[in-house]
């Protein structure tokens, strides 16, 4: 609990003169109120709401959960959510190589894309549309992510865990920081943050921050733009009742290249040469990427005594896109042996709308000897997704282009429409969870009941499919604390996610499910800043898509996965001038049943045996304001075509980033608040691809390559 005391000491002279000396404010702050949605004192973070929907200790969630806060992505120069993941262990955050557009993320094994939340509420995507939103990290104080199943809290979630997002929020202390950003391709872009106090005492406090950015990327004439805007409002009538409003923008316009690259001159070797990874494949002078993302909501809390507390969280959301491209054939990129490649045209016009809200009641209370911390909640999404896409076919003439001498300016034809779609998703949720302390023991039990109705209708085919379905999810979990700080832990998880479609019969597909047994310790030091987590799990998934063997065009629910792992996770500030960041994974994977013989018995898509991260915040004493820093990242060799050629596996790779940041107000008092960071990532340029989805198109992207980035902050 934290209080600021204000001292005032009366002193009586005389006959009944009075002095009245008003002392400085003394803030006293105990421990346990490390911020569960932050901002945070360094890359620590000992209090998250992900993993519990209350302000839990870290310790005492029996699940990984890894937080990237704020600090941590300042000092590693993360730009984006994928960037701030890159030494979170379990996590690939670049399985789809270099791309402006969106965050691509895999947690163990399972793509996450289209599958994201924010402050809580889920946002709009779809994982077949272009319209998927990312949020700018710069608006983010927070990136968490709960590992394996989490329907129990969530709903509907990937088996292999959620990334939620956690938005800056109004603070009391006032801050406010301008940014400037280049970097070695040259551009340049612009940032604010400011929060403070609208009122004197405190009731109003606002926050708002934007940035706009125009930037060259490792592409010729592509160009990353956009603007965000993140206002938010927060009204404290009292000290048990608080409300927020806020309200968040993004337009982005980048000159965008898209990323399908042949294996043939990029992972494997082409006699005629190359490709070069600047190279612009579609066309500068043609075509357009737009996309518009906006939300607004309020996050309510009332405590109405020691016992109960209740909050809401509700928001709107949608985002528009709409796309004119050519690109690099992604089935057949080469007519012939030489640099010259096929391309194609390709349109979409997506929709996405989103209502959420989450009604949670919390009570703490005693029952004996035992402390409870009981949630009871009921969520609803409704979410609309709206697609049209189409590209040109085998009868249509598209200019191809010479990789090694493109040529820019054709009038290209537009793509017809091949599909046009329209899904509506109604879900709601009821979860009830109970966090029982018993002298050093904690149980945590949860357990949820959804009912999901999803709409889809095919406009081309002129078809309507509902997919209705009821689920029950779970969690138990024992952990125990023990006085050095060590907290094992034991549990045991549900998840589901609700499929699209119908197998060769016109019948719907049912939920894919997932279980979870983990078991792993934490520690905590006592007399340190830091945290350490190792997770030992064993994820299997039921009821996943595999190939019809009667019409391979169609699939049934025979498929099942299986992921076994290791991971370990380690922030220690060792001392006040150095912090270390250490992550390992190690996931043994196998797909124990599907009709695609090719993947029977093998390994995962794009899930790396071994991942492995440390990195390193150094500030010497010696000169006053330097902080230096520097970071290595590894990943082994792992599959991503489902035929699993081995000429098509991904190496191997290991890359490097550094960085510097120098206080000039710990040289000089008048450059106070000035701060100027550099950074690099991939340092040694290492030319790597990403993944190679086939043999004979453009199913392939390269990594990011050597990045330079400089930027200069003052803050007042």
């Known amino acids: 609990m934290a209080a600021a005391v204000s001292c005032m000491a009366l002193m009586v002279s005389g006959a009944g003169a009075q002095s009245v000396t008003e ?39 029996p699940q990984a959960v890894n937080v990237v806060t704020r600090a941590q992505m300042d000092e590693q120069g993360a730009n984006t959510v994928a960037e701030a993941l890159r030494y979170t262990p379990g996590v690939l955050a670049d399985p789809n190589g270099f791309d402006t557009r969106y965050d691509w993320l895999y947690i163990r094994g399972f793509n996450a894309f289209g599958m994201t939340w924010l402050d809580g509420l889920v946002l709009p995507g779809d994982p077949n549309g272009y319209a998927t939103p990312t949020i700018n990290s710069y608006a983010l104080e927070r990136v968490e992510v709960i590992k394996g199943p989490a329907s129990v809290l969530y709903g509907r979630t990937v088996p292999g865990g959620l990334v939620n997002l956690v938005s ?78 806020y309200g968040y923008f993004q337009r982005d316009r980048p000159v965008f290249s898209p990323r399908f690259y042949p294996a043939v001159g990029t992972l494997l070797p082409n006699p005629f040469g ?86 949670q009641a919390e009570a703490n209370f005693q029952t004996g000897a035992f402390d409870h911390t009981a949630l009871f909640g009921l969520d609803y999404i409704s979410t609309t997704s709206d697609t049209i896409f189409g590209n040109t076919g085998p009868g249509t003439f598209v200019p191809p282009i010479d990789y090694l001498n493109p040529i820019y300016g054709y009038d290209f034809p537009v793509a017809p429409v091949q599909r046009s779609g329209l899904q509506k998703q109604q879900q709601i949720g009821f979860y009830a969870q109970d966090q029982i302390r018993y002298d050093r023991w904690v149980g945590t039990f949860g357990l949820r009941y959804d009912t999901s109705e999803i709409d889809s209708e095919n406009r081309i085919a002129g078809t309507n499919v509902t997919t209705s379905e009821s689920q029950l999810s779970g969690r138990v979990g024992l952990t125990y604390l023990f006085d050095n ?8 998880m549900t998840s589901f996610l609700p ?72 922030k220690y500030e060792l ?89 000039f107000g710990a040289i000089r008092n008048e450059f106070e608040g000035t701060k100027l960071r550099f950074g690099v ?16 198109g453009g199913s392939c992207n390269y990594g990011a390559g050597r990045t330079v980035t400089a930027s200069l902050k003052y803050t007042w």
């Open 23 to 61: 002392l400085d404010t003394i803030s006293v702050t105990a421990e346990g109120a490390e911020p569960a949605r932050g901002p945070d004192d360094g890359i620590v973070a000992k209090r998250a709401t992900v993993g519990s929907k209350t302000a839990t200790p870290l310790v005492e969630i």
């Open 168 to 245: 800056k929020r109004p603070q009391p202390t006032a801050h406010r920081e301008a940014v400037v950003q280049t970097t070695g391709f040259g551009g340049i872009q612009g940032a604010v943050d400011m929060t403070g106090k609208l009122s004197e005492d405190g009731t109003w406090l606002y926050r708002f921050t934007g940035l706009a950015k125009n930037l060259h990327t490792q592409i010729d004439h592509e160009r990353d733009r956009q603007l965000m805007l993140a206002p938010s409002l927060t009204w404290s009538p009292t000290a048990d009742t608080t409300l927020t409003l």
């Open 274 to 359: 190359q490709i070069p990874r600047d190279v612009f494949l579609g066309d500068p002078d043609w075509g357009e990427f737009n996309r518009d993302f906006y939300a607004a909501g309020y996050e309510f809390e009332h405590s109405f005594n020691d016992t109960w507390t209740v909050r809401q969280n509700l928001r709107y959301s949608g985002a528009d896109q709409n796309m004119d491209l050519v690109l690099v054939n992604p089935a057949f990129a080469y007519a012939a042996p030489g640099t010259t490649l096929n391309r194609v045209t390709a349109i979409s016009d997506d929709a996405l709308r989103s209502f959420t809200v989450d009604t």
């Open 485 to 492: 700080g060590l907290a094992p832990y034991a549990s045991y």
């Open 499 to 570: 499929l699209l479609g119908t197998d060769l019969r016109g019948n719907p597909f049912v939920a894919q499910r997932a279980e979870q047994f983990e078991i792993g310790v934490k520690y905590e030091p006592a007399d340190a800043r830091g945290m350490i987590g190792i997770s030992f799990f064993n994820l299997q998934v039921e009821n996943s898509l595999t190939p019809d063997l009667t019409d391979t065009r169609f699939s049934v629910q025979t498929g099942k996965q299986r992921v076994r792992g290791i991971e370990v996770e380690g």
């Open 575 to 663: 001392t006040p001038s150095l912090d270390v960041l250490v992550a390992y994974a190690y996931s043994q994977s196998e797909v124990l049943e599907s009709n695609n013989r090719a993947e029977l018995g093998r390994e995962m898509l794009r899930l790396p045996e071994h991942q492995g991260a440390v990195w390193f915040n150094y500030r010497p004493s010696l000169i006053d304001g330097l902080s230096l820093s520097a970071g290595v990242r590894a990943t082994s060799s792992y599959q991503t075509d489902s035929t699993y050629r081995p000429e098509l596996r991904i190496p191997s790779r290991a890359l490097v980033d550094i960085g510097a940041e120098l206080d």
């Open 681 to 696: 990532t991939n340092l040694f340029d290492q030319k790597y691809v990403s993944h190679c989805l086939n043999l004979t």
